[in-house]
């Protein structure tokens, strides 16, 4: 499986996109472990999509450590940016 790596600028506090970003994963049904600094998620999407997370100062940084191949990066990256950014 492949890996993308991008980051989302955000406004406000790291707690703010924290929860955001929490509340858009596990709406999806997907498990989400960590807090404002670092962290992973999960989520099943045509197969399961997971990674890890980083914050800091004003930018939210993913890794996709797993991901269906039929799934290109930048889709993965506009759906969060959509929910969160």
Do not use: R, W
């Not at 993308?4 to 955001?20: D, R, V, Y």
């Not at 929490?22 to 472990?33: C, D, I, M, P």
């Not at 045509?46 to 269906?68: A, C, H, M, R, W």
């Amino acid at each position: 499986m492949s890996k993308c790596n991008f980051s989302i600028q955000f406004s406000g506090t790291p707690e703010a996109i924290f929860n955001k970003a929490k509340s858009a994963v596990e709406k999806q049904g997907g498990s989400f472990n960590g807090d404002a600094h670092a962290g992973s998620f999960s989520i099943s999407v045509f197969g399961t999509i997971s990674g890890s997370y980083t914050v800091s100062e004003q930018s939210l940084d993913i890794n996709i450590e797993d991901k269906p191949m039929m799934i290109p990066c930048a889709a993965i990256e506009n759906a969060l940016k959509s929910q969160i950014g």
